[in-house]
């Protein structure tokens, strides 16, 4: 028996040691008042990954090592998401307040100005940070942005503005019966059909673990962000949408597209509203050929212009 469980003991500290090695190192970064965890791999130009309300920095996991071939790649876990402190009863996240935390640690890691890649909410802290703070920010990468602000008022956005309304009415349902199950599941169908039920149990629990800090986004304090307002933002842009997700969702990223100064419009085939995670290898490719035009430390992004993404409409 002794030698049994000297052998268990072996293996069991080789399994811990080999995932220990091939874990990424979390760090912190103190910013804005709060700890912020975040990962970091690869050198180069700075790229930060900005996470939508779902996920934490993990939902970047099948970037990080393609990007860090090229670049030095941040990605952090916004306020209030795992595996930072958890909200208390006053906890402000606020839009406004989570540009703040974004613009403080890119000038805490002295890193700006950088490639911002957001996704969802994660995409309208990228755009506020570029209108408020335009030094800090090289490139944008926005993943079906969350500024619904661009729709207008006509008859070519009613069914986009619907569909908003519908889903917002469902989740202020869901959001009363304090079930985080409920709640994950719900809004990943709505979004992503089809990717909750085929998911593996560590991608449900880091959707689970995020359940307060969603909650918090979805009914948190937003900024104004119309079409004349994304008129302001000069940097070079590339905006994405998921063939398979909502058509609202679709609509208000090809708006955003068309409002910004110097943007292409991508749609990803066979993507939902999750692009990176159930389309990673197009979602990657079409990344990192917008970013190569960009690299170069030094250049002027506007006299890179010509660079043209062959979208799908």
Same mark, same amino acid.
């Given at each position: ?15 811990? %040691? ?69 909200? %208390? ?99 990943? %169908? ?16 880091? @959707? ?7 909650? @918090? ?31 609202? @969702? ?46 170069? %430390? ?6 890179? @212009? ?8």
């Amino acid at each position: 028996m002794k030698i049994v469980e000297k052998i268990g003991a072996i293996f069991f500290a080789t399994v811990l %040691t080999a995932t220990a090695a091939s874990a990424q190192v979390v760090r912190h970064v103190a910013a804005n008042g709060l700890s912020f965890a975040y990962v970091e791999a690869g050198s180069g130009p700075p790229v930060v990954l900005v996470h939508g309300s779902m996920f934490d920095y993990r939902e970047w996991s099948k970037q990080i090592k393609p990007l860090a071939r090229h670049y030095r790649v941040i990605a952090y876990s916004r306020r209030y998401h795992w595996p930072n402190d958890v909200p %208390t009863a006053n906890a402000d996240a606020s839009l406004e307040v989570q540009v703040e935390d974004l613009a403080a640690i890119i000038k805490t890691l002295k890193i700006g100005p950088v490639h911002l890649i957001g996704h969802s909410y994660g995409g309208a802290v990228a755009l506020q940070l570029t209108l408020r703070h335009s030094e800090l920010v090289r490139t944008l990468v926005l993943v079906e942005p969350g500024v619904a602000g661009v729709l207008t008022d006509g008859p070519e956005d009613e069914a986009a503005r619907k569909e908003g309304q519908a889903g917002r009415a469902e989740m202020t349902e869901v959001f009363a019966s304090g079930n985080a199950e409920r709640i994950m599941r719900t809004y990943a %169908t709505r979004v992503a059909p089809g990717a909750y039920e085929k998911a593996g149990r560590e991608v449900r629990q880091g @959707l689970l673990d995020n359940a307060p800090a969603f909650q @918090l986004d979805y009914n948190s304090r937003r900024l104004p962000f119309t079409c004349e307002i994304a008129g302001q933002i000069t940097a070079p842009a590339l905006v994405l949408a998921g063939e398979r997700s909502p058509t609202g @969702l679709q609509r208000i990223a090809a708006k955003a597209a068309g409002c910004l100064k110097s943007a292409r419009f991508v749609r990803i085939p066979k993507a939902t509203h999750w692009i990176p995670h159930d389309q990673p290898q197009k979602f990657n490719e079409t990344l990192l050929g917008f970013l190569a035009h960009y690299k170069q %430390t030094g250049i002027n992004p506007a006299r890179r @212009l010509s660079y043209v993404c062959h979208s799908r409409s």
